[in-house]
């Protein structure tokens, strides 16, 4: 994985910091500076210039960058000057924020925190994309998936998660060519993919967790791009205990969040929801070593009482890419979830329908094909009374 680098606004900010101290300790010590004793003696007729000779007057906090009284210099200047450089910083720190809220985005698969993510990208304008934010300290973009609502319509979501470009992008060869002219980074110097190559194979890393906040425009470029606003889940725990309906709401979110890692007295084993499922889901994985590098990937377990973080980890456990097959896909529901008790309401309800699955206790494709049923007689019923209307409108 790549090391992080600092971005653009941590600099600047070191800068604007180190400013403000150099003005604070130049005031201090020019408020308290006396002149020389030698030069308290000197007369008027002096042999010193005038241009060189020294004040005898305590300098004020208004002109203290001026040691000598000389006609070209003066505390307007200074002060002048010193509040152009720091309000140009200012503007150049609100310019870098605004710009590092503006994500490009990308709407192919529904992502959590922690996931991993290995797409073949065939798409002229995608490797534009990547190869423009490779170029970049830390080469990311906004990941977006769909919803399909109770209706059956398919839905974008506003969403998602910041995707990073863990490795080089690595040129896949056809046999009917060896993708000659492609860059170092596995493609062609404009950004598209080389005749005989079947594209390029990314791996994404999912991290932080955003929801766009302003209108998605087309860049210049030509993908489409939009501002966020980026979700840390301690944040939103805080927020719904100090503001939210429900003073107590987080801390039955954590009191079920603990119910994942306990051991469970309905598991065979006496082991918890966790430990059952990863040990039912390596009797199902599609290749050998399956869930171990899930786990790898994954990580630890967040603790208890970072709710919305746990279920979210059990989320992409569930639903890992490539999908596994044994569990109901929560990751849009997890998303767009509002409350911490909401998320692990989710995550629990889940893995137990999983294990049950797994276990043959309860099949989930029956499950799917008594909902798909149901959805299929309600648009028929829709349908019925839409066709009785214009009958009685006609």
Request: charge should be neutral; glycine fraction near 6%; aromatic fraction near 4%.
């Amino acid at each position: 994985m790549m090391k992080m680098k600092p971005t653009k606004l941590l600099r600047l900010h070191i800068i604007f910091f180190f400013v403000n101290c150099l003005q604070s300790s130049h005031a201090f010590l020019h408020d308290y500076q006396r002149p020389c004793s030698l030069l308290r003696t000197c007369s008027s007729s002096s042999t010193v210039p005038p241009t060189a000779r020294r004040t005898t007057t305590r300098p004020s906090r208004g002109n203290h960058h001026i040691l000598f009284s000389t006609p070209n210099n003066s505390s307007n200047t200074n002060d002048s000057s010193d509040f152009d450089f720091m309000a140009s910083l200012q503007n150049r720190i609100n310019q870098v924020q605004e710009h590092e809220n503006k994500i490009p985005l990308v709407v192919l698969d529904c992502m959590l925190p922690r996931q991993t993510l290995k797409v073949q990208v065939n798409n002229d304008l995608f490797l534009q994309l990547v190869r423009n934010q490779m170029e970049k300290e830390n080469p990311t973009f906004g990941m977006l998936g769909m919803a399909i609502l109770s209706t059956g319509e398919k839905i974008h979501l506003k969403t998602g998660v910041e995707v990073e470009i863990v490795t080089r992008p690595r040129l896949l060869v056809s046999d009917k060519g060896d993708g000659a002219g492609a860059g170092a980074d596995g493609m062609a110097k404009n950004g598209k993919s080389e005749s005989g190559s079947n594209g390029v194979l990314l791996e994404l890393k999912a991290g932080r967790r955003f929801v766009i906040t302003g209108e998605v425009e087309n860049a210049s470029q030509g993908w489409t791009e939009a501002r966020v606003d980026y979700l840390d889940s301690r944040q939103q725990e805080e927020e719904e205990i100090s503001n939210g309906p429900d003073k107590m709401a987080v801390a039955r979110a954590i009191m079920r969040a603990r119910e994942l890692t306990v051991p469970n007295g309905n598991m065979q084993g006496n082991v918890s929801l966790v430990d059952r499922w990863i040990e039912l889901a390596r009797q199902n994985e599609r290749e050998v070593g399956q869930i171990d590098e899930l786990l790898e990937d994954l990580g630890g377990i967040p603790p208890e009482d970072e709710p919305s973080e746990r279920a979210l980890w059990v989320g992409a456990l569930i639903n890992p890419l490539p999908a596994m097959g044994v569990a109901m896909e929560i990751r849009p529901a997890l998303l767009t979830a509002t409350t911490a008790e909401r998320r692990v309401d989710i995550a629990c309800d889940a893995i137990l329908k999983s294990i049950r699955h797994m276990e043959g206790t309860k099949n989930m494709l029956r499950t799917v094909l008594l909902v798909t049923k149901l959805r299929y007689l309600h648009s028929m019923y829709m349908l019925r009374n839409l066709l009785a209307l214009m009958a009685l409108l006609s």
